[in-house]
C-alpha cells in the first residue's frame, strides 16, 4: 500500500481515480488508498468498474456485455470530469 501511494500521489504525474470492482467492498483498500491520497491529490475519487466477471446466469441476455461496457464509460467519463 505504501508503495502505491507514493506512485499515485507522484506530483509530476497524480492519481485522482481510483478503480474498484462491484464484488469487493470499497471500504477495504479502495476507501483506504483514496483516504492516503486525499491531501496530496486534489479531488480522488473511488470509480466501480465491473469487470464482467460477476454476471448471474438470469441476467446474461444478448445485449448484458454492451450494457455493462457503456455502464463502466459512464462511469469513467464522470469520474474523469
Not at 483516504?35 to 469487470?51: Q, R
Request: with cysteine; net charge negative; hydrophobic share 40%.
Amino acid at each position: 500500500m505504501k508503495e502505491l501511494i507514493q506512485k499515485c500521489s507522484n506530483p509530476d504525474d497524480p492519481v485522482r481515480v481510483i478503480a474498484v470492482e462491484p464484488q469487493y467492498s470499497t471500504s477495504n483498500a479502495g476507501e483506504a488508498l483514496k483516504k492516503n491520497l486525499e491531501g496530496k491529490v486534489a479531488d480522488v475519487v473511488l470509480v466501480e468498474i465491473d469487470t464482467l466477471e460477476t454476471v448471474k446466469p438470469d441476467d446474461l441476455k444478448p445485449d448484458w456485455y454492451e450494457r455493462k461496457m457503456r455502464a463502466n464509460l459512464e462511469a469513467l467519463a464522470k469520474a474523469l470530469k
